[in-house]
């Protein structure tokens, strides 16, 4: 038996500007199975190559991350736990000396570490920690070699994605400071959120072709790039990624002008994206098609192919990434798929806006998690594929359902029109791999898995 959904909220409610919405979002407030935000430290260290993340925390944590990381790394790895063990538990101080050991001898070691981050975690010992406190003692100390930020991956505090909310929202102090021009009009595109530098490069092109010249991404790849970043009044924030509410509202408060916008997966939602700051920097039309015919085109025939294994077939998301929304929002308009549940940890309205303004209207919402009345509706719905974390996804294809794991879909590139096609291959990988382990299953297509 599925079990009854809780209070429900009009979507309309919350975003006055777009009353035709009335998709209802349902709310749980239960058990969660989702990652902590330690997790974010497998594609922040990628993306900022100078840096190193040093988790405080207990052998769990450590666990975590060499598990979540371990089949990922190809060099040194710029990432560590140092493990607070019961002797610490004997007194703060000693806890502080040996974190400022550990960190001398890990900065004497790798002297290519420009900025150096102590990651906190749940333990109470970690907890009683003052981690700013001793990153602000450990940057007078290493500066002006390293950069010492802190930031909370504790899963107490926060879920899977929020981790590089927590991180990016560390780094804003970073930034310079941008004074108000005469003209209101805006000076440069902040691109917001971890993207692969692929995706990186190819929007810098399709932009600059706009003729928006000043686009700058945040965080960059490198730490040195922070303070070349500006962001003042005539700023432009355009978010890559959902989950990243706190970092949006201080740049906001810094004066820079967030763009509405839906998220750049798929071929629509990359269009409306690009569209919206097209539209911020007064780009025309003619300008704008040149700029993004030819990749739009390449987009569109990349997920012909997966459309036909697709089209029909029926998804249900589990909360997790906060990517849940726009994903589902892709294989539904552009794939054809049938939404059974969309499940997201928290859905921020002023960010997801526009998204659920493209939803289709049947659509249930539901946000949080009550992880057991979830999974009795996924289990008596039997969707074709469900998205879920590693926690739940072993046992649910041991019951016979086709999964895909959402922190796939935070480590793969996936933005942007060259991307489509990938992304959508996600889904209907599993499906082909189903149907060539058990063919009698009816699968429009039977190409092999890649
Ligand atoms: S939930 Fe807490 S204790 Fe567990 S790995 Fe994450 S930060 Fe460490």
Redesign the pocket.
């Known amino acids: 038996m599925s079990s009854p959904l809780p209070t429900a909220v009009p979507v309309a409610r919350c975003r006055e500007e777009k009353p035709s919405v009335h998709i209802p979002i349902h709310r749980e407030r239960g058990q969660r199975e989702v990652f902590?935000g330690?997790t974010g430290i497998i594609w922040l260290h990628r993306r900022i190559q100078d840096a190193f993340f040093l988790v405080v925390?207990?052998r769990?944590?450590a666990h975590?991350i060499q598990s979540a990381a371990g089949v990922m790394i190809f060099a040194e790895p710029r990432f560590a736990t140092a493990i607070i063990d019961d002797r610490d538990l004997a007194g703060i101080a000693d806890a502080n000396d040996e974190l400022d050991r550990v960190v001398s001898r890990l900065l004497e070691r790798r002297p290519d570490i420009r900025m150096l981050f102590l990651v906190g975690?749940?333990?109470s010992e970690v907890i009683k920690l003052d981690l700013s406190r001793a990153a602000e003692r450990l940057t007078k100390q290493f500066l002006p070699q390293v950069r010492v930020l802190s930031y909370s991956?504790?899963?107490?505090e926060t879920t899977f994605t929020e981790g590089e909310d927590a991180c990016l929202a560390s780094l804003v102090p970073q930034l310079q400071v941008g004074t108000a021009a005469q003209s209101s009009e805006p000076s440069n595109l902040l691109i917001v959120g971890t993207v692969a530098d692929i995706v990186e490069d190819q929007w810098t092109r399709m932009l600059t072709t706009m003729g928006i010249r000043n686009v700058q991404f945040f965080p960059p790849r490198r730490s040195g790039d922070l303070s070349r970043i500006t962001v003042g009044p005539n700023t432009r924030v355009l978010l890559a990624q959902p989950f990243l509410a706190n970092t949006c509202r201080m740049l906001v408060e810094r004066g820079a002008t967030h763009i509405p916008a839906p998220f750049p997966l798929g071929v629509e939602g990359t269009t409306a994206w690009l569209r919206a700051a097209a539209n911020a920097f007064a780009v025309s039309d003619p300008a704008f098609e040149n700029a993004t015919q030819a990749a739009r085109a390449r987009g569109m025939r990349s997920l012909e192919r997966h459309r036909e294994v697709l089209e029909g077939k029926r998804i249900f998301f589990f909360p997790d990434s906060q990517l849940e929304i726009p994903l589902a929002r892709f294989l539904s308009r552009e794939l054809g798929m049938h939404l059974v549940e969309v499940g997201s940890p928290f859905i921020h309205r002023q960010i997801m806006g526009e998204e659920l303004s493209l939803m289709p209207e049947a659509t249930r919402l539901v946000e949080g998690q009550d992880v057991d009345s979830q999974l009795a509706r996924c289990r008596e719905a039997r969707p074709d594929v469900t998205v879920c974390g590693l926690g739940l996804a072993n046992p649910l294809e041991h019951e016979g359902l086709t999964t895909k794991w959402s922190i796939e879909l935070v480590f793969s590139p996936i933005q942007g029109y060259d991307q489509a096609g990938d992304l959508a291959e996600l889904f209907a990988r599993p499906l082909r791999r189903k149907h060539l382990l058990e063919p009698e299953l009816p699968v429009r297509e039977a190409l092999p898995c890649n």
């Open positions: 902590c330690l925390g207990s769990t944590c975590l975690s749940c333990p991956g504790s899963g107490i």
